[in-house]
């Protein structure tokens, strides 16, 4: 099956600092999505995005869907950024539209 | 914010004892969720329900059974709860599974330890 990797997996940065980060996926895909989960454990969602751009605020995120990648931008950080954000995609070839989830890229920023 | 609630949000139990989960939404969507999530294995799907009294299995639906008597509704029961049940669980909907409109929202979670 489809195989998601995010990297870095942990990453710490001062308020105010950017951030990236990456998504890679093993197979074409019709769905990718990126959430944050916050220090209290909610799961939001951030971008429903399997191909091109899109941005909301200090947050964007692009898919390029030919290099098989996704990347999570974060501009002038703030401590409420901390969390841990997952990517989380639907093989083309899954007639199921099983949803694989990455392992998350835990961040922290600090004030 | 999606209208999803799951009750309870904390709940201990004994081992051996029946253990509900509830899903409420009122987003009408048709595509509703359980996932579990625990250190080490992220978020991993249970059940799904594609409609009223439609469901199917995730990959860890073994010691889970899921009810769907009304759109608004979706049921987690744990016939006889396990040690190993103890875990953060979610709820999700989504207006479909198809590629454009897969947007995938969660409940609050609930905290299950069984003891």
């Known amino acids: 099956g489809i195989q998601v990797e995010q990297s870095p997996p942990d990453l710490i940065l001062q308020e105010g600092a950017n951030s990236t980060l990456r998504c890679n996926f093993s197979?074409?895909?019709?769905?990718l999505q990126w959430f944050h989960q916050n220090p209290w454990g909610q799961l939001i969602n951030l971008f429903y995005?399997?191909?091109?751009?899109k941005q909301n605020g200090r947050l964007s995120a692009t898919t390029v869907a030919t290099e098989r990648y996704s990347l999570l931008y974060i501009s002038s950080s703030q401590t409420t950024d901390s969390g841990v954000y997952f990517c989380?995609?639907?093989?083309?070839?899954?007639?199921?539209?099983?949803?694989?989830w990455g392992a998350g890229t835990k961040l922290i920023i600090k004030p | 914010d999606a209208g999803i609630t799951q009750s309870p949000r904390h709940k201990v139990t004994e081992t051996g004892t029946p253990v509900t989960l509830r899903c409420h939404q009122t987003?009408?969507?048709?595509?509703m969720y359980w996932y579990r999530q625990d250190p080490g294995h992220g978020l991993r799907l249970i059940h799904y329900?594609?409609?009223?009294?439609?469901?199917d299995k995730g990959e860890v639906s073994d010691g889970y059974s899921v009810s769907r008597s009304k759109t608004e509704d979706f049921l987690l029961t744990l016939e006889s709860a396990t040690s190993s049940q103890t875990s953060v669980y979610f709820c999700?909907?989504?207006?479909?599974?198809?590629?454009?409109?897969?947007?995938?929202?969660f409940g609050e979670g609930s905290r299950l330890t069984v003891l």
């Open positions: 989380a995609v639907t093989s083309l070839m899954d007639s199921n539209y099983q949803l694989i």
């Open positions: 197979d074409s895909v019709n769905n």
């Open positions: 329900s594609y409609g009223v009294k439609d469901t």
């Open positions: 999700a909907i989504s207006e479909s599974r198809a590629a454009n409109t897969g947007e995938l929202f």
């Open positions: 995005i399997p191909s091109g751009t």
């Open positions: 987003e009408n969507h048709r595509y």
